[in-house]
């Protein structure tokens, strides 16, 4: 391994790195708050050579992500970013791109929707686009986010997964941060992520149908290709990780991450930047005897239902926690662990749902305390509670 | 754990300050921090405020920080009750100022310390922006950073005489608050 370089950046500038040494061809992408220095990094990065890519300047983000499906086309590796209603803008395309079967990387800066309008981190935006056929991951911190950009090019790439892929950073409290972060070799990163080579692509010597149309008899079909691809990132996502860590010396724990739930009577399941609010309170609570824990879920699709299980199945009670409510039912975590947990076979802990953080709404140390207290309170009937 | 809330406003370089601490305190004296600015828009010459949270484990917690061992104050027209929030018992207050007391009550758990940053930089710099010279004087009345690793941290994201200008700056801050020159 070449020595990487120790940096102090934002995560957004972590995720323009990120890019950077991931060598795509093509980026198109519409500046939205607060995504907005990825693509000013990226604009400069083009602009001096740094990095040899086309840069895209569209008007909006339909647009943006239209180019990038046109390129992908081509076979040309792709990226783009956006946010909030930017990704709300592009929900047509979303769909083009994964049924398509397009392995565009693009980042997502969690914001709130309006209205009220407001600029500040939840994650009701790409929450709300979960059945659009990406894959979806949340990270925690920058060096997690430079790391998915690199990782998600082979994922997506992957011939058995052909399927876009969407990073998601919470907006401000991750992408504003600036924190210390290792930055790879680009011979190491390019030794890890060869040229993308894809044979879904329009070519003079190997013509064939792209982005078609298909009736009744066949529809379906493709749907339940897609279906199993992105399932089958699953296996993908842990070998990827695998050949990472051995490559870079850093180690993920696959579609989710488990603290202490071995013996844990209460657990907390949370995703995304919060998740480090909570280690610090399951360490104390633990010093103190309470046997606590913390499942951080990464990939929201596939998601990890088996994981969910074998971490939940023995605790007492389980609280998610979650910057999103589907208006009139509960949170969309919620309602996907509470599934996972149907399939176990034993009697399943009490759960609660935690709605917080919405419009960017502070989550104290404190707050995860009381959390916790009131996963030990008896039953009261209650099930969704905002905090 | 240290944490620390810049006052400033827009233009004045408070968050800058926070992220210079950052990079001198991770890349240069091997710890942790996280720097963070009062997020959302920004305005020239609006009320902003930097922060910091150094460590020498990595940082979990990135919730907003309520709890401060120490207020840098850029600018004294900022001065209110506003800047002893969360500031803890024998926390440290830095004001930037030519006034020789501050328009306010200091409560009796607060260190205060008075610094003409905006003169001396004037003389250095040519230019009223007194954020690196407000770092040398933190570095000189506590243990948060040494004055070699600001030193290091401002050539490294300064360019050309910007940097030499600033080095010079945060050199005299330091002295003129009593630092010992190692």
Redesign the interface.
């Known amino acids: 391994m070449m020595p990487a370089q120790k940096v102090f950046l934002s995560g957004n500038e972590a995720v323009a790195a990120g890019v950077r040494l991931a060598r795509p061809h093509v980026i198109a992408a519409y500046p939205i708050t607060p995504q907005t220095t990825v693509i000013e990094r990226l604009a400069e990065m083009v602009e001096d050579e740094s990095l040899k890519a086309e840069y895209l300047h569209v008007e909006s983000e339909h647009s943006a992500l239209s180019a990038c499906i046109g390129a992908s086309a081509v076979g040309a590796r792709t990226f783009t970013a956006t946010s909030s209603q930017g990704l709300l803008y592009m929900a047509e395309c979303l769909h083009y791109a994964s049924g398509g079967r397009f392995p565009v990387v693009m980042m997502n800066a969690n914001r709130s929707l309006a209205l009220p309008w407001n600029i500040y981190g939840d994650q009701r935006d790409s929450l709300s686009l979960l059945d659009c056929g990406w894959i979806q991951v949340y990270a925690e911190d920058a060096q997690e986010s430079l790391d998915l950009i690199i990782q998600a090019y082979a994922i997506a790439e992957h011939p058995d997964v052909l399927t876009p892929m969407m990073i998601n950073l919470d907006g401000f409290v991750i992408t504003h941060t600036y924190e210390l972060v290792s930055l790879p070799s680009q011979e190491d990163v390019d030794a890890f992520l060869p040229p993308f080579l894809t044979t879904n692509k329009m070519d003079l010597d190997h013509p064939m149908s792209l982005a078609f149309t298909a009736g009744p008899a066949y529809n379906q079909a493709f749907k339940q290709l897609q279906h199993q691809a992105v399932v089958s990132a699953s296996k993908i996502i842990c070998e990827v990780e695998e050949r990472f860590g051995q490559r870079f010396g850093r180690n993920y724990p696959g579609l989710l991450e488990t603290l202490y739930c071995e013996d844990a009577e209460f657990i907390l399941v949370t995703l995304g930047s919060v998740a480090g609010t909570v280690r610090p309170v399951v360490e104390k609570l633990r010093s103190l005897g309470e046997r606590v824990g913390l499942v951080r879920i990464r990939y929201m699709r596939p998601f990890p239902d088996t994981e969910i299980r074998n971490a939940l199945a023995g605790a007492k009670a389980v609280g998610v926690l979650e910057k999103d409510i589907s208006f009139g039912y509960e949170g969309t975590v919620f309602t996907n662990v509470n599934s996972a947990l149907m399939r176990a076979k034993v009697q399943p802990p009490r759960l609660l749902n935690f709605v917080g953080g919405l419009g960017g709404k502070d989550i104290s140390a404190e707050d995860i305390e009381q959390l916790f207290l009131r996963l030990k309170r008896p039953d009261d009937g209650e099930t969704v509670v905002f905090i | 754990m240290v944490e620390i809330r810049f006052h400033g406003r827009g233009g004045q370089g408070a968050f800058t300050a926070a992220?210079l601490l950052?990079?001198a305190v991770?890349?240069f004296e091997n710890r942790?921090?996280?720097?963070?600015?009062s997020?959302?828009?920004e305005r020239r010459g609006s009320p902003v405020l930097g922060f910091i949270r150094i460590d020498d484990r990595k940082?979990?917690?990135?919730?907003?920080i309520?709890r401060c061992n120490v207020v840098v104050v850029l600018d004294d027209t900022l001065l209110d009750a506003q800047v002893f929030s969360g500031l803890q018992a024998g926390g440290l207050l830095l004001v930037n100022t030519a006034c020789n007391e501050l328009p306010l009550s200091i409560p009796d758990h607060v260190r205060t310390v008075i610094v003409d940053a905006t003169a001396l930089a004037r003389q250095y710099l040519g230019r009223p922006l007194a954020n690196t010279a407000m770092l040398g004087a933190l570095s000189a009345l506590s243990e948060v950073v040494t004055l070699q690793s600001l030193l290091a941290a401002v050539r490294q994201e300064m360019k050309g005489s910007s940097a030499e200008k600033n080095a010079l700056l945060l050199e005299e801050t330091y002295k003129t608050l009593g630092g010992q020159w190692q």
């Open positions: 992220r950052g990079v991770t890349l942790h921090a996280l720097a963070f600015p997020f959302g828009p940082i979990a917690d990135r919730s907003s309520t």
